[in-house]
């Protein structure tokens, strides 16, 4: 095989290589971002319905009466693995 036969052979073969990791990182690259489109899809639906829960404790203007507003899309996570849901009080 004379040189030059081999240095086209070499260059086309580099040029394919070259084609094919391309079209490979555009296909990951392709499939990452329709992972992540269905990952902000499935937790905007869920922050998306939020269960707020409102209780009202006494008469409102007397003594002692107060209201709690608890949103389940606020929730922390305790050490012990159960859900803690942070609430809002307000007193008066």
Known sequence: MGPLKLFFTQLI???L???IDEWRTAKTTANL???IRKYKETTEE??????IEIKEN??????GWFIEISNSA???QRP???TQ????????
Do not use: A, C, M
Request: hydrophobic share 25%.
């Open 13 to 15: 073969e580099y040029f």
């Open 17 to 19: 290589n070259w084609i």
């Open 33 to 35: 971002n329709k992972e």
């Open 46 to 51: 869920l922050y998306l319905q939020p269960q």
């Open 58 to 63: 006494g008469v409102f203007g007397e003594e």
């Open 74 to 76: 606020f929730s922390s």
């Open 80 to 82: 012990d693995g159960q």
């Open 85 to 92: 849901i942070q609430q809002t009080e307000y007193r008066h």
